[in-house]
């Protein structure tokens, strides 16, 4: 059984789907998806043509926390009770992940966790992903890290089980798309590495932090007015109010909604630099040679930070705005993050992870 709930868990977990669909003879696959995340799931979900085996669709407006564990507590008790796979694969860090991992231990049920072992150690940063990442860890008997350094947390963890080093699955669907024909006048008409794209949505930023993201970026506007700067915004309302009240009618800002995966994908290969408090991105554009700065405090992924290719800038707004002009004037800076070494993998983590479970079930076979 796979199940996701949100985008960025689809986008990093249809490849591994795809993979073990290839194998019938060997795996019966059950793909559950909860809808924590409504709308923008579904586009993933449409646009590689997957249908769900069960929908719990439990997206209901002003939800808390607190609503989605409770109810999809309640959802996974009853599918459990009907159905026992023999393994259930959850991905990183998210309420459905979570919740999914901690009624599977309830039920018996062995538990994969892909992309295990990301860790900042301070459990309110990223809220409230730190804390759900650390205990999916404890209850996972499979344990699928995209990098070294991911399985050296886990082994200081004493983390029960076994352990695989994959690369990240993120990056193979990243791959996939950018070989996909994809047009877009915008993209088509704008000048080779004159865009800057923005995205933030982190709970912790929300208020005064994306106050501070939103005046940095004002600002580098008008300073930089060769460039054209990409903001696809969140759903969120709260989000979407601020940023409208920020950012909107200045002419070479663009706040629009947000990209389909392989549109996004195309964007960050056309764009000059990116500016996020997302986790995914950051893997992605290193994997594209593309500096980020991390509107964080702190980052799970600090292979990109050792590597060279993510900074850590936070959301103050002269460290931003210092930052972006750094990298916009001078070459020598900017070809260090963009030339550094790619540590998140090849665009293979899902077929060496589909072969991780070849060799856990059938090599007694």
């Known amino acids: 059984m796979i199940t996701f ?7 990093k977990m249809i490849p591994v789907y795809q993979e073990l669909k290839k194998y019938p003879e060997l795996f019966e696959v059950r793909l559950v998806v909860t809808g924590q995340h409504r709308e923008m799931l579904d586009q993933v979900l449409q646009l590689y043509s997957i249908t769900p085996d069960v929908d719990f669709d439990i997206m209901s407006p002003n939800q808390t926390l607190t609503n989605i564990t409770n109810t999809l507590q309640l959802k996974f008790d009853e599918l459990f009770t009907i159905e026992r796979p023999d393994l259930i694969l959850v991905h990183g860090d998210t309420t459905t992940a ?36 650390q205990l999916i860890g404890r209850f996972a008997s499979l344990h699928f890290a995209p990098t070294l350094k991911a399985k ?27 070989k996909k024909e994809y047009h877009d006048p915008f993209l088509e008409n704008v000048n080779e590495d004159k865009i800057i794209i923005l995205t933030t949505h982190r709970r912790e930023n929300i208020g005064e932090s994306m106050e501070h993201i939103f005046l940095a970026l004002k600002e580098l506007s008008y300073k930089w007015p ?21 950012l909107e009618n200045i002419s070479n800002v663009h706040l629009i909604n947000p990209l389909g995966v392989i549109g996004f994908h195309h964007y960050l290969q056309k764009s000059k630099l990116i ?19 991390i509107l964080r405090d702190t980052t799970e992924r600090p292979e990109g930070v050792m590597h060279g290719t993510l900074k850590i ?3 103050n707004k002269d460290n931003i705005i210092n930052e972006v002009d750094k ?15 790619n540590p998140y993998g090849d ?13 856990y079930f059938y090599s007694n076979n």
């Open 152 to 178: 050296n947390n886990l082994i200081k963890e004493n983390t029960q089980g076994k352990i695989w080093v994959t690369g990240n699955t993120g990056i193979d669907t990243l791959f996939l798309n950018l």
């Open 5 to 11: 709930g949100t985008r960025p868990e689809a986008i």
């Open 313 to 315: 800038v936070g959301t």
């Open 347 to 359: 665009g293979t983590a899902s077929k060496q992870i589909i072969a991780a479970l070849k060799g």
């Open 226 to 246: 060769e460039y054209s700067f990409i903001y696809p915004i969140h759903l969120n309302p709260k989000i979407q109010q601020m940023a409208r009240q920020f």
């Open 98 to 133: 979570l919740v999914a991992a901690f009624e599977a231990f309830y039920h018996k049920i062995k538990i994969g966790h892909v992309e295990a072992g990301l860790r900042t150690y301070d459990l309110y940063n990223p809220f409230p992903e730190e804390a759900n990442r």
């Open 275 to 293: 500016l996020t408090d997302s986790g995914g991105i950051q893997e992605e554009a290193t994997a594209l040679g593309k500096p980020v700065l």
């Open 327 to 341: 990298l916009l004037n001078n070459d020598s800076y900017y070809q260090k993050f963009a030339t550094a070494k």
